[in-house]
């Protein structure tokens, strides 16, 4: 099965007017509105941004730097300088040094908040909009933005081309591009004539900044719906099988329900976390690189299956340890909770909003030692103790 998570993101920010930094730089409820973007796009796996800008400025520059003080995972930031004259779809072509083979691309100032699973598990080859399933009264479609869109059962429909403000696009799109080109104008609709077009419809929340106005009214909105409740997940015995130290996919089999769970909890609008001793690494059954690997494929699978995870934690030390530099204790390792208060200091949660899953004493130890409450998976699985608990009655991305 093909690899639906993407990687990198291309951010488009828009032009300064009014002061040195453009709108989506500037402030939104205690950090830049750009910032909450990027926050949301971490949450599906995106690790490298790169953003089109036309300003040779070094406070756009010191900006960008910036965000990673808001961020809750590390990334790469590359800024690409557009040439005067040239349009977005020009911008593009002038970064295509820095582009992966399939990339995201979004406006800077819009942020569609979803389940971006579903867009990303959808979105098969070619090019794809993400599309709301209903328009918002603060984005200005007319009639000349509009596209015929290739459905899946061969149906034309007519849409208003970044209403969402992203696209997925694989890097042949730079054959259709020109320096004076835009994106909007020309190339979408020239895809959709084609029928190189394609599109997604998702429920979701739409927010965008064009002045100070704006930033307030949406900086009132965006904690609410972005400081987000979480569920917490150890691995071995709640979503695969615990056959002892699972280090490869050779031995990784999955708990029935489990994706299915996780898809669940997903679409709630929850973070969710994976907490997970890992001692197989200080016995030498595997590798932290094994591992890694692994997890990888794991958290692709779960988003091939509508779900994510938004980060995820592991301790490989051991007391009894084989391998000499994973002996000893550490507050990372369950029943400490170490891994826990990690994530809930990286992604600003509230505990009292927090709840861990996990089918050992020492994952309900390590919940009660970090404030949060502990559900013991066992008899019953964790599409079991979801479905008998009330975690998913919370505002998600209804619009």
């Given at each position: 099965?093909?690899?639906?998570?993407?990687?990198?993101?291309?951010?488009?920010?828009?032009?300064?007017?009014?002061?040195?930094?453009?709108?989506?730089?500037?402030?939104?409820?205690?950090?830049?509105?750009?910032?909450?973007?990027?926050?949301?796009?971490?949450?599906?796996?995106?690790?490298?941004?790169?953003?089109l800008t036309e300003a040779h400025?070094?406070?756009?520059?010191?900006?960008?730097e910036g965000l990673l003080v808001f961020l809750p995972k590390p990334a790469g930031m590359l800024i690409s300088y557009t040439?005067?004259?040239?349009?977005?779809?020009?911008?593009?072509?002038?970064?295509?040094?820095?582009?992966?083979?399939r990339f995201l691309f979004c406006h800077a100032n819009v942020l569609f908040s979803c389940n971006l699973s579903h867009f990303l598990?959808?979105?098969?080859?070619?090019?794809?909009?993400?599309?709301s399933t209903v328009r918002q009264a603060d984005v200005d479609v007319t009639a000349a933005d509009k596209v015929s869109l290739n459905s899946e059962n061969g149906k034309d429909r007519e849409i208003a081309p970044g209403m969402t403000g992203v696209c997925l696009?694989?890097?042949?799109?730079?054959?259709?591009?020109?320096?004076?080109?835009s994106l909007q104008d020309d190339v979408l609709p020239g895809l959709a004539r084609h029928g190189d077009l394609n599109g997604v419809r998702l429920a979701g929340t739409c927010h965008q900044v064009s002045d100070l106005h704006d930033l307030e009214k949406v900086g009132r909105q965006l904690?609410?719906?972005l400081h987000r409740p979480a569920v917490f997940l150890d691995r071995d015995g709640v979503i695969n099988r615990d056959f002892g130290w699972v280090g490869t996919r050779e031995r990784f089999e999955w708990e029935p329900g489990a994706l299915d769970a996780i898809a669940r909890i997903t679409e709630a609008g929850y973070h969710v976390f994976i907490v997970t001793n890992q001692s197989g690494i200080a016995r030498g059954f595997y590798s932290e690189e094994d591992?890694?690997?692994?997890?990888?494929?794991?958290?692709?699978?779960?988003?091939?299956?509508?779900?994510?995870?938004?980060d995820w934690r592991y301790c490989p030390m051991h007391p009894?340890?084989?391998?000499?530099?994973?002996c000893g204790a550490s507050e990372d390792r369950k029943p400490a909770p170490g891994m826990i208060v990690d994530l809930l200091n990286r992604w600003e949660l509230d505990p009292d909003r927090c709840v861990l899953f996990g089918d050992q004493p020492s994952d309900m130890q390590a919940a009660r030692a970090a404030g949060i409450e502990g559900m013991p998976v066992g008899v019953r699985s964790l599409s079991d103790l979801i479905v008998g608990k009330d975690i998913l009655e919370i505002e998600a991305f209804s619009e």
């Open positions: 099965m093909r690899r639906v998570t993407v990687c990198q993101c291309v951010i488009l920010l828009e032009r300064p007017v009014a002061s040195a930094l453009p709108v989506s730089l500037m402030s939104c409820a205690g950090r830049p509105f750009l910032a909450w973007l990027l926050r949301e796009l971490q949450r599906f796996g995106v690790k490298e941004f790169v953003f400025s070094s406070e756009i520059v010191a900006a960008i040439p005067c004259g040239y349009g977005t779809g020009g911008a593009l072509l002038h970064a295509r040094q820095h582009l992966q083979e598990r959808s979105a098969g080859q070619g090019h794809w909009l993400l599309l696009f694989e890097a042949s799109i730079l054959e259709t591009l020109t320096k004076n080109c904690p609410r719906i591992l890694q690997q692994l997890m990888v494929w794991v958290i692709d699978t779960i988003r091939q299956h509508g779900g994510t995870v938004d009894e340890a084989r391998v000499e530099e994973y």
